[in-house]
């Protein structure tokens, strides 16, 4: 194990989305890689809107995705921690007390930009004696609390984005404390940071300047901020912002479709970055393959589409072993041949199961020629259905009716399987059986 320690923060207030999800990912990735350590944090000080059933499925996706975390905590059972840290601020003359109730600040804003100034906070609060907080508290009004950022220009390098720079006093003092006690993101990030001795912030870019703030923030509590990285936000294929369709598209979701973890996890760890997205079958592979300097600016393409290619690729790379049991769980028999003879063509894992049932039970065939189908059903070869009797089998048919071509193969193929696409016939044949495939082709429902 490096020393590098990396973290997931998600507030249990929704399911995972591919936003979110590639986030999680990104941070896995570059932990495997570099043999770091890799956190799961729940984020759960917004009581209003965290719920359990939200975090049992923000594990089991990770779970599912083969994301195993190295270690956790929570928000909610540090709270002595956060009341520490302002203490600590308030002290230091880093922190103080507000009055200010949201309509106040609401009409101070308005004012602010009516005149064309930028809406940061005036910081009237500061200048407040004990006598006036005295009197707001004798009303009944309790503080929110506010970091005094100093007012100066922080600069780091950002793993992804290169230079940034941002200038404080763009920025209003960021709320620490809420009024009714609750601590606010900002500040219970960045005390769990420094306690979980992260050393890596991996995130969105929504939160730059959350970051810029924070920098100020650890710096105050007496720690040095840790690295940062801020990957661009996820596009739709369009180059548009995520439509709210996939913007709110749901692993759970995603997993009901019959993506495969991997091949999620070979997109989300490519697009963005300057790789070429290759479908990989296991998560070693794309940990091997993980770069995060290679992740860019310009924001990523989630294509559903390119999702669905992948995981036919991903799914022609799995060997008998690596899906026998969830073969055995949906019903479909036939061991290693039968997989070996459908794998190439399953867009999901689900439709080996339905091309189980195409070969094991009755179905009502289509008949478009029947004298290709009946001459078949009578040339069918004596012995064992090894997909080798197929090339003389099917010339023996064109012999006998001077069909070739598709007008040969796509009777067969309607009258055996029903359908028009699909897996080559020959290696399906041993798993129909001599009578249903004689019956099927006279035409008879078997
Ligand atoms: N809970 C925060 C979020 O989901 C975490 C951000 C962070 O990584 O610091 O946006």
Known sequence: MTDIKVRFAPSPTGNLHVG????????????????????????????????AAFEASIREDLQWMGMQWDS????????????????????????????????????????QLSSGRPPVY?????????????????????????????????????????????????????????????VIYTMASVVDDIDHGITHIIRGEDHVTNSAAQIQLFEALGAQAPAMG?????????GEGLS?????????QLRGDGMRAEAIASLLARIGTSDPVVAQA????????????????????FDPAELAQINTRVIQQLDFADVAAELEAAGVGGGSEFWQAVRDNLATLAEAGDWWTVCTAPLAPQITAAEVTTAAADLLPAGDLSADIWGDWTKAVAAETGA??????????????????GPEIAPMLAFMGRDRIQARLRGETA
């Not at 005295?134 to 950022?149: I, S, T």
Request: proline share 2%; net charge positive; aromatic share 8%.
């Open 20 to 51: 979110n999800l590639r986030t999680a990912l990104v941070n896995f990735l570059f932990a495997r890689r570099q043999g770091g350590h890799f956190m799961l944090r729940i984020d759960d000080t917004d009581t209003d809107r965290s719920t």
């Open 72 to 111: 956790e905590d929570r928000q909610s059972a540090r709270l002595d921690r956060y009341d520490d840290a302002l203490k600590t601020l308030l002290a230091d003359g880093r922190a103080y007390a507000c009055y200010e109730t949201p309509e106040e600040l609401g009409l101070k804003r308005k004012a």
């Open 122 to 182: 005036d910081r009237a609060a500061l200048k407040l004696t004990d006598a006036q907080k005295a009197g707001f508290e004798a009303d009944g009004r309790r503080p929110h609390y506010r970091f005094l950022l100093d007012d100066a220009e922080v600069a780091w390098h950002d793993m992804v984005r290169g230079e940034v720079a941002y200038h404080m006093s763009s920025l209003s003092d960021p709320v620490l404390f809420r009024e009714d006690g609750r």
């Open 230 to 238: 801020h990957v661009a936000l996820l596009a739709g294929a369009d």
């Open 244 to 252: 709210k369709r996939l913007g709110s598209l749901s692993i759970g």
């Open 282 to 301: 296991a998560l070693d592979a794309i940990i091997a393959g993980f770069e995060l300097s290679r992740f860019g600016r310009a924001t990523a393409k």
């Open 404 to 421: 070739k071509g598709r007008g040969l193969f796509m009777p067969l193929r309607l009258a055996l399987t029903g359908r028009e696409k």
